[in-house]
């Protein structure tokens, strides 16, 4: 099996108790389900370039409108449809701007290029399933 290391991007926003998660579906995908910004370390990347990188390709939010909180969790994820493992490290960084919903136009060499991403704020204490079993370390952001 190949091992390829992925990044996770908890973005949130509001006080502890009521903190809003951005989430993602994509809109010419649905069936792809909630999503949280990330993807893939390239080669000689160090970790947090990459997240930051991540959001910027899938979001458009700049690095000035983030604060990095720290890196929450690392775990590996055997997709169903591949012979891969995904080791992912999750961050939680925390949103500055004023944005509210918007679509993003993903311009980047992967495969995610050309895909339109709608984003949104969800409550964490009622956020849908996400995807993927992106929400593993969830319950790390109440603490």
Known sequence: ????????????KGKESNLELLVFNHRDHPDAGLQVPGGTV????????????E????????QGNLQL????HTSNY??????TIHERTFFHLSYLGDQQV???????DGEDN????????EPLASLPLLAGEQGAALQLLKK
């Open 78 to 83: 055997y997709p169903e449809d591949r012979e």
């Open 69 to 72: 909180i720290g890196n929450i």
């Open 42 to 53: 390239e080669e000689g990347e160090q970790l947090v370039d990459a997240v930051f990188r």
């Open 102 to 108: 918007w679509d993003h136009l993903v311009m980047c």
């Open 114 to 121: 050309g895909l339109v991403f709608q984003y949104r704020w």
């Open 55 to 62: 959001i910027k390709e899938e979001t458009g939010i700049e």
């Open 1 to 12: 099996m190949i091992t390829k290391r992925k990044v996770l991007a908890y973005i949130t």
